[in-house]
């Protein structure tokens, strides 16, 4: 049984196939314009390595850079409306006060602002007021809006009036995409706010790329089940990826960060992925990269919600030098490298030149770079070594010697010792890495639930069971289900004990049919 | 030179300085930073105003928002909301106020009353009563002068008002303040007893409001310029630099309406190989070097992020930030034995005679 991990991103369209640990085939072919044609070639490609066999393929993991590009770039966006669910409270704020103007002219559906919410300990805020909301949904309908973002105040502790809002506005709009923010964010209504915003700004893009991951594979005579990737290294079932696109905004470190894992067997670990633009600095904690607990930025807006710590520093493999000052970046020939390069024969001095020259590497023609003067070279490869030996401190938890994982296409400017750093390790296969950790991505089950007048161990092996039947539902293998994540928060005031838990079970996927069975995963 | 306009940028300055002074508490100035953008947009303008000028009998309102920054976070802040309890006040006392100022200027609460002033057209005292950030209705330098601690007002979001008539002490305004702030969601916008312009010549920490924003442009110049930050608020604060290094361990627990902890950091640079903890208790209260407290409560200990000179609340510090650990001097009200028995290190749980880290008292 093997399985096939792809990574789409921005320039290439890495596809490799699993069996077990073993890596049967990996490809890199350009992504293109139409998703479903890169993939296709993709898939192609793959399928004509020796060792791979389009039978008994059991699963298909996608993990694509498609919607946090969107959000960055401005494009491929739809409007959004904002409905929160907070008055007489948060009136002074609306709804993208602090966006970037240029992607908010693009998402703005209209903003409304209605009675409802919640106090921190669950008693209301205010009564609902479901006649604000009927006309909302009227408007929007009118207005051609077909998307909204619902956030209430403190629903992430109770989101009883975000889903009556829901039940209202679909009633008044029958096509409307709802998002709700107790599914997506943390306590933080602006940046939770935020976070519900470009999801539903997603919605189509969304629609329109899980077709085409769908188109691509029925027209290879691929029938295994489709996974779309996540931010924590779970795979989600397409109709999931569907509705909730931002939890795949930072798959691709994700998966390049779990793919190092699985390459060299380490769990714990920093990792270090160099790439022609930027370098992203992580941390593995048992297979999973930790996750940030504070704001994190995405094209300008501020959100707090499941996303992977990474830091990220202008320094790759394409980072231009100033030949006369030697000043070092932030500008990079990012994927014209193979043209632009002094040692491919361009006219650029890139960081990768002067590695060559420092004979870390051997690529291209060394002799084009010759003109370098040693001390140049030393000077420069000493101020990439300050700056990721700083990079790779500055994310690290503790001060025993960790080991650090190198992936990426610019590891040939890995330094050879960081301080802190037990050792450094070239992962294999470390330029598909990212496909790599598409297709060993597992399957979670989540209950973020609250339960009244029971004691703290009932309640948390109720949720746990529950949890575990998510999982398996979403096509996980229950032998293989562990326990990542247990938070229970009493919640005073609020009738019957009641005690908020949430649950989160993590497993393999089960294997399906012998031959591939054209499943929908979630029954 | 007064009576001065506020620009917009003087007040992201006030923001980012007022962070700074809150010592990790006073929650961050963010929400009421837009709501400023908002209302500078619309038109409206802060005048800024020496206590010096105000007449003897002018009538000042103390402003502050109270409780909980978890629940801020999700109730954000409105201009209108931290009016109601001036409007209330005005009515109680059955005149109008003159002006108004912070009670705290570190944290959000540097940034409320010019909320109010933008909505009402009032001036900002260039004063506040902490010079820095504070739990407590006791913990203020007009608390410390035994100033009266009554009327009190206080609004919530939704129509219930209250108005504190009277209390026996700066202890008892602070517990029927407090319960009544719990019982309407822990926040809300009050307006603290009244000052006299003669009150606040006397006993108020005069020139705060622009020693916060002369921090804040000391820091964004300083980013500009790409020189430390840090050493621009040592020069801009007349502080001392304690400590620098890397987040490497950090413990709270709420006890008490209260959130109390600690933060261990190591040493980088000139400081590796040593570690310096700070214990908080809504703020830092108490920095060691070491085994050896080596700076506490009234000495400002702010917690900056080393890179960006930005404020470390407590609520936010976290494993692996980049840190460094000052102490800023304290207003000399602080010093007095009346001002170390509110404020002192026994004042937060700490068994320590206060010893200031700046031998010469403060400058």
Redo the contacts between chains.
């Keep these: 049984m093997s399985r096939i991990g792809i990574d789409v991103g921005g320039t290439n369209t890495d596809a490799v196939m699993l069996d077990g640990a073993a890596v049967l085939g990996a490809v890199k072919t350009p992504t293109t314009e139409d998703v479903t044609g890169g993939i296709q070639a993709a898939l192609q490609a793959l399928l004509a390595e020796p060792d791979v066999s389009a039978t008994g393929i059991e699963a298909v993991m996608i993990g694509t850079t498609h919607f946090v590009n969107a959000v960055v770039q401005r494009r491929d966006l739809n409007r959004a409306a904002a409905l929160r669910i ?1 008055l ?6 609306r709804p993208m ?2 966006w970037p103007e240029d992607l908010a002219v693009c998402a703005d559906g209209g903003a409304y602002l209605v009675e409802g ?1 919640h ?2 300990d669950g ?1 209301p ?2 009564l609902l007021d479901e006649k604000a909301i009927a006309a909302a949904g009227q408007r929007m309908r009118a207005d051609g809006v077909d998307a909204v973002a619902v956030t209430s ?2 629903s992430p502790i109770t989101a009883e009036h975000e889903e009556r809002a829901a039940e209202i506005l679909r009633g008044e709009h029958p096509d409307l995409r709802v998002t709700l923010s107790s599914r997506l964010g943390r ?4 940046e939770r706010e935020n976070v519900t915003l470009l999801n539903a700004s997603l919605a189509d893009l969304a629609a329109r790329t899980v077709s085409s991951f769908e188109r691509a594979l029925a027209e290879s005579g691929i029938a295994a089940p489709l996974y779309i990737t996540q931010n924590d290294g779970t795979v989600a079932a397409v109709d999931i990826a569907r509705r909730e696109p931002v939890f795949s905004f930072a798959s691709g470190p994700t998966n390049s960060m779990r793919g190092a894992a699985f390459l060299s067997g380490i769990d714990d670990a920093m990792v270090l992925d160099i790439g022609g633009t930027t370098s992203d600095i992580g941390c593995l904690v048992a297979g999973f990269p930790r996750e940030a ?2 704001v994190v930025e995405i094209g300008g807006v501020r959100t707090l919600f499941h996303m992977p710590d990474l830091l990220s520093i202008s320094l790759g493999g394409g980072t231009i030098l100033d030949p006369s000052t030697l000043a070092v970046g932030p500008r990079s020939v990012g994927h014209h490298l193979m043209e632009e390069a002094l040692v491919f024969g361009g006219e650029t001095l890139t960081l990768t030149d002067v590695a060559v020259a420092a004979g870390r590497a051997d690529i291209g023609d060394r002799n084009l770079v010759c003109n370098l003067s040693a001390a140049t070279v030393r000077d420069v490869m000493g101020w990439v070594e300050r700056h990721l030996s700083e990079a790779v ?7 025993v010697g960790e080991p650090l994982l190198v992936v990426g296409g610019g590891a040939i400017l890995t330094p050879e010792t960081i301080a802190g750093i037990s050792e450094i390790l070239l992962v294999p296969n470390h330029g598909v890495a990212n496909a790599v950790g598409a297709a060993m991505a597992q399957v979670s089950g989540e209950v973020d639930h609250v339960f009244r007048d029971m004691e703290r161990d009932e309640l948390l092996r109720r949720a746990e069971e529950m949890a575990r039947a998510r999982a398996v539902a979403a096509g996980a293998d229950a032998e293989t289900l562990k326990v990542v994540d247990v938070e229970d928060l009493p919640l005073a005031y609020l009738p019957g004990n009641a005690v908020r838990a949430r649950v989160r079970v993590v497993g393999d996927i089960a294997n399906v049919a012998e031959g591939g069975d054209d499943g929908d995963p979630t029954p | 030179v007064y009576p001065r306009k506020l620009t917009i940028d003087d007040i992201e300055a006030l923001a980012l300085g007022a962070w700074i002074l809150g010592t990790g508490g006073g929650g961050a100035p963010y ?1 009421r930073l ?2 400023m953008r ?1 209302l500078y947009r619309d038109g409206h303008e802060v005048t800024l105003i020496d206590p010096i000028s105000l007449a003897d009998d002018a009538l000042v309102a103390v402003l502050s928002n109270m409780g ?1 920054p ?2 801020g ?9 931290a009016t109601k309890p001036v409007r209330t006040m005005e009515c109680y006392l059955g005149r109008t106020f003159d002006a108004v100022m912070s009670l705290e200027i570190g944290g959000g609460n540097g940034v409320h009353p010019l909320m109010v002033a933008a909505v009402t057209g009032y001036p900002v005292v260039d004063a506040d009563t902490m010079g820095r950030a504070y739990p407590e209705a006791q913990m203020t330098s007009v608390a410390i002068a035994g100033l009266q601690c009554f009327p009190l007002t206080l609004a919530d ?2 129509d219930n008002e209250v108005i504190i008539t009277r209390a026996e002490s700066w202890k008892w305004m602070e517990r029927i303040s407090r319960k009544a702030c719990t019982e309407v ?2 926040i809300a916008a009050t307006c603290k007893a009244p000052r006299t312009g003669r009150e606040v010549k006397d006993h108020g920490i005069l020139y705060t409001t622009t020693k916060a924003i002369d921090l804040g442009r000391a820091v964004m110049v300083a980013r500009d310029r790409h020189d430390d930050p840090v050493d621009a608020i040592i020069n801009s604060a007349d502080g001392v630099r304690l400590f620098d290094g ?1 987040v ?1 361990d950090v413990a709270r627990r709420a006890t008490e309406g209260f959130l109390r902890g600690q933060a261990a950091i ?1 040493g980088i640079g000139a400081d590796a190989g040593s570690r310096f903890t700070v214990h908080f208790q809504n703020e830092f209260s108490v920095g060691y070097r070491g085994d050896a407290p080596v700076v506490m409560t009234p000495d400002l200990i702010c917690v900056v992020d080393s890179a960006s000179g930005d404020g470390i609340g407590t609520d ?1 510090i ?3 930030q ?1 840190v460094s650990v000052l102490a800023l001097p304290s207003p000399p009200v602080f010093l007095t034995p009346q001002g170390l028995e509110n404020v002192g290190p026994r004042a937060f749980g700490f068994d320590l005679e206060f010893r200031s880290i700046f031998p010469a008292g403060p400058s």
């Design positions: 907070c007489p409270s948060g009136a002074s704020l006060v602090d919410g106090e921190y008693r805020l205010a105040v403190f306590i933080g209504l602006l607990n504070n401190d500055r994310m690290k938890t503790s001060a | 929400h837009l709501n908002e909980a978890l629940v976070q999700e109730r954000l802040a409105d201009p209108a909301f979001i939704r969601g822990s890397k490497v190591e936010v976290r494993y692996g980049r």
